[in-house]
């Protein structure tokens, strides 16, 4: 399995993924703007992911650069979530609310670890609820989920990086270490 699909927040945008294109198709006209630009965002956010986590071993950087952009485009998915409420007049669940509450467990239970197989797919498949205000709400909650793992995952890229360097800096050592050895 690769190792990227153990990573939580892969996890969450992989659901998030699924589902977002499971609304697109239900919800919104296919001919619409917005239905490529949701698309992309979740697509975006999801593969910039798997991008710079495969950066990281040569490029912190990088890592750092990428998963801000798919943070970037989760909050971007938000945003369209949000005006899909609020165009058509429906409700934006408060975080209080015992919706949400269940809308994250279901979340904890889809990107639980155990609910990967050994090739590293869900699987319990993701399902939207069944009506458009809890289906978008749902959503939100996942992007605000992933945008919050994704901002914490980001600091502590930093904080390695500001401990350990970078791949110049490791190179950098290990060549002055090896000049030493010829001495």
Do not use: W
Request: charged share 30%.
């Amino acid at each position: 399995m690769n190792p990227i699909k153990k990573l939580l927040t892969y996890r969450y945008a992989e659901i998030l993924f699924d589902l977002g294109y499971q609304f697109v198709k239900k919800y919104i006209d296919y001919k619409s703007r917005t239905k490529d630009q949701l698309e992309q965002a979740l697509r975006s956010g999801k593969q910039n992911i798997v991008e710079g986590v495969s950066a990281s071993p040569t490029s912190k950087s990088t890592e750092i650069k990428l998963l801000g952009v798919a943070k970037a485009s989760f909050e971007e998915a938000l945003a369209d979530f949000e005006d899909y409420l609020r165009i058509n007049n429906l409700e934006v669940y408060l975080k209080t609310d015992p919706r949400v509450t269940k809308f994250r467990q279901k979340a904890y239970q889809l990107s639980d670890l155990r609910n990967l197989s050994n090739l590293g797919h869900l699987i319990e498949k993701p399902r939207l609820p069944g009506n458009p205000q809890d289906d978008a709400n749902f959503l939100l909650t996942l992007c605000h989920q992933v945008t919050f793992l994704l901002d914490r995952q980001i600091k502590a890229a930093i904080v390695r990086f500001e401990k350990e360097g970078g791949i110049s800096e490791k190179l950098h050592r290990d060549r002055v270490k090896y000049l030493k050895t010829l001495k």
